[in-house]
């Protein structure tokens, strides 16, 4: 069964650092992202990288503190210098859009992961 799967969320105080993981064996070729979404707030881009040449794009509120990256068939997500509004359930997400507008928008996303929660403690 083709599938995601995370993993590596948890409990942490500001200022500390998480690595989530995704498991993506049969996503070779396509873009791989994280997707997050906050109580009471709509799903948002937070990273992603191409399967045709490592391109990585952020959502500006991440910049220099996470760092999307992959190593055999499984995608990470550095987080350093957490802050409360970090806290989400965190998506693994796999996709074949090749503009760079696809990157951002879930609606070019195919394949999902069951989401991990991340809360960051004040």
């Known amino acids: 069964q083709v599938q995601l799967v995370e993993s590596g969320g948890g409990l942490v105080q500001a200022g500390g650092s998480l690595r989530l993981s995704c498991a993506a064996r049969y996503f070779m070729g396509y873009t791989l992202a994280w997707f997050r979404q906050a109580p009471g707030k709509e799903r948002e881009f937070v990273a992603a990288?191409?399967?045709?040449?490592?391109s990585r794009y952020y959502v500006d509120s991440v910049k220099g503190r996470f760092t999307i990256s992959t190593a055999k068939n499984t995608v990470y997500l550095q987080m350093n210098s957490l802050n409360p509004e970090d806290t989400a359930v965190y998506y693994c997400?796999?996709?074949?859009?090749?503009?760079?507008?696809?990157?951002?928008?879930?609606?070019?996303?195919?394949?999902w992961g069951q989401g991990t929660q991340v809360t960051v403690s004040s």
């Open positions: 997400a796999a996709g074949r859009g090749r503009r760079e507008s696809d990157y951002y928008n879930e609606e070019r996303y195919d394949y």
């Open positions: 990288i191409t399967g045709s040449d490592d």
